[in-house]
């Protein structure tokens, strides 16, 4: 892996009489810029920090920060547990009802008003509960993101689903393995191994349709994008010019991982497809989707690259 051109910076907010801690990766080119870049907010899973998460990925999503110019910010569960919308949990997040979506926006906020980054160019992506944190930011601050990635993440089913979304439609991209054995990807009830159950959650196929229902769009233009001998990559795409785009990727043989060729999980979670750059098919994914000032203009996106 090549040297990062930049390093890391531990930083603290307090939010709510809480001190919550973060990771920034803030470019070297960033500095020789006069036009604030975007920011993504990469969102560790549960048991995990947003250290974990830097190491999980092999780096990449600061290696593609270096690359294209973006700031990467890495928040700190409490407890190493995200308060998302899932009715199941029990975790200290939960019990305390800690505000996430409040201090992921106080983050926000504070990297905007630093100069470090365009707040309309907002986008989120996050990794088994971190995605379900990425849901909930979506369904409860819409008008705050320009677009969202969930990794190995299905939404609550209606019953398990204790947020109250906005019905605004958000650019949505989810990656789920097929063989997931934690967030099936048929939908089902979310386990560790068959303990701690988080309740139950759509298919893969359910979630994306309802981020595609709330733009508007109704069927998904199927392909098959790229294999290897032990898996291979199907794409949903709900697209249509004007308006939001949402695409799921199927990763048949996949487990409950973020893919990619830097990845490095525990081999019990399962196969780690190397036929895709989970992070790399974010940023392209995010870096095609409007502004948030140019959506409340009505400018139209750029459309595929």
């Known amino acids: 892996m090549e040297q990062l051109a930049s390093h890391i910076q531990a930083g603290t907010l307090r939010v709510h009489d809480r001190d919550r801690s973060y990771l920034l990766y803030v470019p070297a080119q960033r500095a020789a810029s006069t036009t604030p870049p975007p920011l993504v907010v990469v969102l560790h899973g549960s048991r995990q920090t947003?250290?974990?998460?830097?190491?999980?990925?092999g780096?990449?999503?600061?290696?593609?920060?270096?690359?294209?110019g973006f700031v990467a910010v890495y928040p700190d569960a409490y407890r190493r547990r995200w308060?998302?919308?899932?009715?199941?949990?029990?975790y200290a997040a939960r019990r305390l009802q800690i505000d996430d979506v409040s201090f992921v926006s106080a983050l926000i906020d504070k990297l905007a008003s630093d100069g470090l980054i365009d707040p309309t160019r907002v986008f989120m992506a996050g990794y088994s509960g971190g995605g379900q944190l990425a849901f909930r930011f979506a369904l409860e601050r819409p008008e705050r993101v320009a677009g969202i990635a969930a990794f190995s993440?299905?939404?609550p089913t209606p019953e398990y689903l204790i947020c109250k979304g906005k019905g605004k439609p958000v650019p949505a991209l989810l990656v789920n393995g097929t063989r997931d054995r934690i967030n099936?990807?048929?939908?089902?009830?979310?386990s560790v191994f068959g303990f701690a159950s988080r309740g139950m959650v759509r298919s893969a196929q359910a979630s994306g349709e309802y981020f595609a229902g709330l733009a508007g769009l109704a069927t998904p233009e199927r392909s098959r994008l790229a294999e290897s001998p032990e898996t291979w990559v199907e794409q949903w795409r709900w697209y249509e010019p004007d308006k939001t785009e949402v695409v799921l990727l199927a990763v048949h043989g996949g487990g409950h991982v973020v893919p990619g060729p830097s990845a490095a999980f525990p081999r019990i979670l399962g196969a780690v497809s190397r036929c895709?750059?989970?992070p790399r098919t974010v940023w392209e994914f995010f870096s095609r989707q409007k502004s948030l000032a140019a959506s409340r203009a009505g400018v139209a996106p750029d459309g595929p690259l």
């Not at 780096?59 to 294209?68: G, N, P, S």
């Open 153 to 155: 993440a299905n939404l």
């Open 59 to 68: 780096y990449a999503f600061d290696r593609l920060a270096d690359e294209h």
């Open 276 to 278: 895709i750059d989970g």
């Open 184 to 190: 099936p990807f048929a939908g089902g009830k979310v």
């Open 83 to 90: 308060n998302d919308c899932r009715a199941g949990g029990r």
């Open 50 to 57: 947003g250290k974990d998460m830097r190491r999980a990925t």
